[in-house]
Structures are given as structure tokens and as C-alpha cells.
């Protein structure tokens, strides 16, 4: 069953969707990201997740400890949330870990085919909820690559049915993932070419059992995303769409000294941030 004692992602996500925002689940990869985007969320007053992919917790362990630490010292609701999980065993030892720092995970057996992703979840959501973490599953397979995610280009894409709805419900996760014709990474000269009415009856089937998380925003405009939003998402995941003018300034000014350019980097970043939780309707509601 859903977890039901006080739970920080779930407490944003519910809030959200109670008062008719959504929030930005923003991906970190180090220490100047958390920085902008903790910034971000002060200066707006906005509740946030954030996001670190299981690669990231390997390659850089004490990361995941100084989010814990920014989300105590914050004077907004903050979360932190692992995401694409897909090692099994990294996610028992993760959640096992007695100074886990993580409020949620995303248990993603997407990878496998429908009865062993489903099994493979029912039992890794128990392993987390007996800890006192939040899970995310995605129902269907949402095509594309990240890093450090494994890339199922080479598997149908799976568009989420109601049948796959009620099975993942069943499993006991606490936020779904659908798969609407979104894609990990870019989407090509075309854009989003998202089933939004899809996303609507999703809305309309769960019915409030649990909350709708949206992957896949690369290249989304902010009509795209506000539309994603009235048609349901509420947690929104974002990576490219954030980090890319973070990307771009480094490029551009390489060679200054380094100490400038991370300042001038995270005031890039934080600005692009409170823009997006302008469009996606939490600013202000911390």
C-alpha cells in the first residue's frame, strides 16, 4: 500500500496536486547544480525535488548527503528523489542504508518485459515503503537514453494502457509515471509529439489514488508543459530543459577563472530555474 506516514516528496507532490500546481523534479549532477537550484527555490518560494541518477550516486557518493543537508536547512520544502533506478541491488542497499538520504525512488524495471517488471516492482516498493521512501514506477516503456540509464532504443516503446494502469497501481507504488509518447533525450526536428488525451483519462482513472509524474520534457515548450499540467502531470521531471543554458555558459566561457565561472554558471542556472517555476505554478506556494 501507498505509504501513509509523513514522507517529504509525497508531502510536495500531494500539495501540488491538492492546489492545482505541479513541481519540478530537477536532476543535480553536482554541487554547483544543488546550489542554483536550492537558490531557485528560496528566491521563489517554491517547493522542489531533486533528482540524482544512480550513476551519479556512485560516481560522486557524498552528493546525495549534501542535498539532505540543504533540504534541512531550507526554508522551503525540498525532497530528494533517485531516479531511474535499476540495479536491484543498489537499490536494497540504498534504501537499506541507515543514513539514507533519499525521500523517494523510482524503481524503474521498465527495461524487462511486462509480468517481471511487474513482479520486480511489487517487491522492490515493499523493500523501500518498509523504510519509509516514496516509490515511482513508469507503466508502459517510455523509449530514449540518459546517462547512466539504461537505453531500451532497441525495445517497442509501450504506451500506457488502462490495464497497465490498475497493474501498477496494484503493485502499491506512490506516483506513476506514463508513458504518453514521451522519450528520454531529445526529440528530433518534429518536437513532443505527445498523446495528451491519453494522460487525461490516465488522470481520470487514478482518480487520485496517486500522482502523475511527467518524463521526458527535452525540448518541451512552456505551452507543452502547461498543457502536460492541465492534463494531469504533476511532478516534472527536467534535466536538458534546465541544465542546458548551465551547459551552453561553460562552452562559451571556458577560459575564464574557474571561480568566476561557477558563480556566473549557477546565476545562470537559478534564473532559468525560477523561470520554469513561474511556468509550472509553484512559485509562491512554499
Known sequence: M???????????????????????????????????????????????????????????PTLGHAVKKAIETATVPLALHLDHAQDEAQIREIAGAPDCPFDSIMVDMSHY?????????????????????AVEAESGRINGYEDGIADT???????????????????????????????????????????YDRLEKIKQQINGRVPIALHGTN????????????????????????????????????????????DEGMDVLQAEVERWMDTCGSSGKA
Open 2 to 60: 501507498p505509504l501513509e506516514r509523513p514522507n517529504r516528496t509525497l508531502q510536495i507532490i500531494k500539495d501540488a496536486a491538492s492546489r492545482n500546481y505541479a513541481v519540478l523534479a530537477c536532476v543535480a549532477y553536482n554541487i554547483e547544480h544543488l546550489t542554483a537550484l536550492v537558490r531557485a527555490a528560496e528566491a521563489k518560494r517554491s517547493p522542489l525535488l531533486i533528482l540524482l541518477f544512480p550513476a551519479t550516486v556512485k560516481q560522486l
Open 113 to 133: 518485459e511486462q509480468e517481471e517488471n511487474l513482479q520486480k516492482t511489487k517487491v522492490l516498493t515493499k523493500v523501500c515503503q518498509d523504510r519509509g521512501i
Open 153 to 195: 532504443g532497441a525495445l517497442e516503446a509501450i504506451m500506457t494502457s488502462p490495464e497497465e494502469v490498475e497493474d501498477f497501481l496494484a503493485t502499491g507504488i506512490d506516483m506513476l509515471a506514463p508513458s504518453i509518447g514521451n522519450i528520454h533525450g531529445d526529440y528530433g526536428p518534429k518536437g513532443p509529439l505527445l498523446d
Open 219 to 262: 525540448d518541451f515548450t512552456p505551452e507543452i508543459l502547461t498543457r502536460c499540467i492541465q492534463a494531469g502531470a504533476v511532478k516534472l521531471n527536467v534535466n536538458k530543459l534546465l541544465l542546458e543554458v548551465w551547459n551552453v555558459h561553460l562552452a562559451e566561457n571556458a577560459t575564464k577563472p574557474l571561480m568566476g565561472l561557477m
